[in-house]
Antibody, heavy 113, light 105 residues
Framework: QVQLQQWGAGLLKPSETLSLSCAVY????????WKWIRQPPGKGLEWIGE???????NYNPSLKSRVTISVATSKSQFSLKLTSVTAADTAVYYC???????WGQGTTVTVSS | DIQMTQSPSSLSASVGDRVTITCRAS??????LGWYQQKPGKSPKRLLY???SLQSGVPSRFSGSGSGTEFTLTISSLQPEDFATYYC?????????FGGGTKVE
């Protein structure tokens, strides 16, 4: 059974860079794309972007200038970087498999001075 | 961007009720739609994909229909564990977009 385990810093100051990683256990990595989604407190879900095993990416235009998603296929891991964070980036961040049928546990990221 | 308008934003229901949630796309998305259930503090869980295909392990009281711009999620007989927030997601074109959510309480 495929499981996603995510980790990263949970408290950032404005202007810092958010960095999260997600490891895939128990299934094929190369056969899928991999996504990041976020959810601000009390609000709905927002797709951030995705990457496939070969490194091809698609990003939400609303975040594109600040987002980088990368992949380490040999480790079955993928990562998210979001630069110049502000309070508006405070959210629970999720990683998910391409079909969005398997999700990580979520990481709460708070941006506060 | 394709806008997904979900209604209602919340509804009050009782165990045993039939519940219907609607998602409307701002342009045609064929059947490229999924439905997700989220409980407080938990990750979303996919219920349906391809608008009407039931995810493995999901009870058959959940069903979906629609194509193009109008989609529905139906819970035939609401159970206590179904009180949650439901989201639709279109994956027809980038950026992927979610509906605003429906809280069933």
């Amino acid at each position: 059974q495929v499981q996603l385990q995510q980790w990263g810093a949970g408290l950032l100051k404005p202007s810092e860079t958010l960095s999260l990683s997600c490891a895939v256990y128990g299934g094929s990595f190369s056969g899928h794309s991999w996504k990041w989604i976020r959810q601000p407190p009390g609000k709905g879900l927002e797709w951030i972007g995705e990457i496939n095993h070969s490194g091809s990416t698609n990003y939400n235009p609303s975040l594109k200038s600040r987002v980088t998603i990368s992949v380490a296929t040999s480790k079955s891991q993928f990562s998210l970087k979001l630069t110049s964070v502000t309070a508006a980036d405070t959210a629970v961040y999720y990683c998910a498999r391409g079909a969005m049928d398997v999700w990580g546990q979520g990481t709460t990221v708070t941006v506060s001075s | 961007d394709i806008q997904m308008t979900q209604s209602p934003s919340s509804l009050s229901a009782s165990v045993g009720d039939r519940v219907t949630i609607t998602c409307r796309a701002s342009q045609g998305i064929r059947g490229d739609l999924g439905w997700y259930q989220q409980k407080p503090g938990k990750s979303p869980k996919r219920l349906l994909y391809g608008a009407s295909s039931l995810q493995s392990g999901v009870p058959s009281r959940f069903s979906g229909s629609g194509s193009g711009t109008e989609f529905t999620l139906t819970i035939s007989s609401l159970q206590p564990e179904d009180f949650a927030t439901y989201y639709c997601l279109q994956h027809n074109s980038y950026p992927l977009t979610f509906g605003g959510g429906t809280k069933v309480e």
